[in-house]
């Protein structure tokens, strides 16, 4: 099928109008520190407070990437596919339509898939479009702990296997891979399944070949290959009447495969993605996508550094701000687990070791001078100070909401107004503290912000 011709474009300077002041603002630094700086980052952090309008941000910042690759998309040598990850289905279908930046919702533009392993049944309207936007949730993509999956899944592998494995309708395959279905509705969904969907021959070839890549493998490993342990596990399928089951380790070990040839699609499926712009949506929900060791951590990293692909993440709470001893979290862990991956380049690993081991030294050594602060070291702490934002500044940008009116509206408008702490104001803070400890008073911050009103 041939790529769609009529296709419309983001209509940039109106989207980005419909923007408060600091959320454009926040747009337009964005937008140069991933695509317009010399060594743009491949990461970037949108650490908004709550309610400040993160999702209008990433909204904007669609529509100037997708401008900014615009006579690429037209000639048809790129297709951009915006990949939208949250924890929550129903919110991943809420936002993924607010983020549509070339049409209404429900335009041809737009595609929803819950999971990454039935791309090979979304693939093709994938393919029609120059534009695509594709959402997924971690608990249903990068999480195979359910081994048996759902029963779609369950479907487009039997068909993807039959003429592989010579499955035909034969009832014990047909059984094996029933797992909680009924079997009527099971038998009447599997026959079925071709008429309501159509399997991508290219990803399904794909899957054939990574799994006799396993099979190779297993084999030389003098392993008791899939193919076998499934002919095996399911003979004892082939005499099931009515109500009768399988003992539990049948059972068990039914899942287990069923698990490995889910596992095997969805790393075929990731490597069938061409993403161009992610967005991680309250990341820290799902945060051990960002360096976990398990199988499913390490393919959604191989999305995350795909060729020339932008990472967004969005979050009002990145990292855990403040943790007591008996936390098993470390707030400063947390962070610079953070950053690290903020910091992290594949494209320039070197730099990129430069930058981590830069940020931990000066953050040290910010420490002992804020222990040892004095009059005379005032200088030196805030520059220090400076090169630490110069790094993180690259990675991260947050706006806070302003309380200081009534109506909390002092944003919709900005002024440039140059207001600085003074020195005198930090040792005053010091003197104040030492006061609230004397009188056993727990918080004095709010009393000294406000003086200088």
């Known amino acids: ?58 909204r904007g910042l669609i529509a100037k990437a997708i401008d900014h690759f615009k006579d690429d998309i037209k000639s048809g040598t790129r297709r951009y596919d915006i990949i939208y990850i949250c924890s929550n289905t129903e919110i ?48 249903t993509s990068f999480n195979l702990r359910s081994r048996e999956g759902i029963d779609t899944e369950r479907a487009l592998i039997y068909h993807i296997l039959m003429e592989k494995w010579d499955l035909s309708y034969q009832p ?38 990574n799994l006799e890549n396993k099979i190779e493998r297993e084999n030389k490993n003098n392993e008791e290959n899939i193919y076998e342990r499934f002919k095996k596990i399911a003979e004892n399928f082939n005499y099931l009447h009515k109500g009768k089951r399988v003992s539990r380790d049948i059972s068990r070990e039914r899942n287990k495969i069923v698990g490995e040839l889910r596992l095997l699609l969805a790393k075929t499926c990731i490597s069938s993605l061409d993403p161009n712009f992610i967005i991680l949506d309250e990341f ?50 947390d962070f610079m687990r953070t950053a690290k991956f903020l910091l992290s380049n594949k494209d320039d690993w070197e730099n990129s070791y430069k930058d981590i081991s830069s940020l931990e030294r000066l953050l040290e050594s910010y ?9 005379n070291n005032m200088d030196e702490i805030y520059r220090y100070k400076r ?7 690259r990675v991260m940008c947050r706006t806070e909401r302003d309380s200081g009116t009534s109506n909390q509206d002092s944003m919709i408008k900005e002024y440039e107004e140059n ?32 003086s200088p009103y």
């Open 1 to 58: 099928m041939g790529i769609e011709n009529d296709l419309s474009f983001p209509d940039v300077p109106n989207i980005l109008r419909q923007l408060k002041d600091f959320q454009r603002k926040t747009v337009n630094y964005a937008f140069k520190q991933m695509f317009e700086i010399k060594n743009p980052t491949r990461r970037f952090l949108i650490a908004d407070e709550v309610g400040l309008g993160k999702t209008l941000v990433a």
């Open 92 to 139: 991943a279908k809420q936002n993924i339509n607010r983020l549509n930046v070339i049409g209404g919702v429900g335009k041809k533009e737009i595609t929803f898939t819950s999971r990454i392993t039935l791309l090979p049944v979304e693939l093709q309207e994938l393919k029609k479009n120059r534009i695509n936007f594709v959402s997924f949730t971690p608990g």
């Open 387 to 393: 090169k630490i934002e110069k790094i993180l500044l």
């Open 367 to 375: 420490k002992i001078l804020l222990y040892r602060l004095t009059k």
């Open 419 to 450: 207001i600085e702490i003074e020195h005198k104001e930090i040792l005053d803070f010091i003197d104040i503290d030492k006061i609230a400890q004397l009188v056993k008073h727990k918080n004095c911050i709010e009393y000294w912000k406000s």
């Open 172 to 209: 014990k395959y047909v059984k094996f891979f029933q797992c909680q279905k009924s079997l009527e509705y099971w038998r009447k969904d599997l026959k079925n399944f071709t008429k309501r969907y159509e399997i991508d021959s290219f990803l399904a070839s794909k899957f054939i070949q």
């Open 284 to 333: 820290q929900r799902f945060k051990n996508l960002l360096d976990g060791e398990d199988e499913m951590c390490r393919i959604a990293r191989e999305m995350f550094d795909f060729e020339d692909a932008k990472l967004l993440l969005l979050s009002a709470t990145p990292y855990k701000m403040y943790t007591l001893y008996q936390d098993d979290e470390i707030h400063y862990d």
